[in-house]
């Protein structure tokens, strides 16, 4: 069984050719902990007010601070299995 490393990132890469687009909490949720793996907690400033994807993104990401990186790594492993990848 490949390692977790590896097996993210090919999840990032099958993520590419999910059988069907996945709704937008799902997407959100695929984001945020794409980034929390793979960078940490959110940094940055929020977006404006009237960047309404932008402040989603950030809102999606900050709910996972203090996520270990190796956790949000198996969650979008599972995640992506799970739609079909």
Do not use: C, H, I
């Amino acid at each position: 069984m490949p390692d977790l490393k590896s097996r993210f990132e090919k999840a990032a890469a099958d993520v590419k050719n999910l059988p069907e687009r996945p709704d937008n909490d799902t997407l959100l949720k695929l984001y945020a902990l794409y980034k929390q793996a793979s960078e940490g907690d959110v940094s940055g400033p929020k977006p404006g007010f009237f960047d309404f994807v932008g402040t989603a993104k950030y809102e999606a990401w900050a709910k996972l601070k203090g996520t270990r990186s190796e956790d949000a790594m198996q969650k979008y492993v599972d995640l992506v299995e799970k739609l079909g990848a």
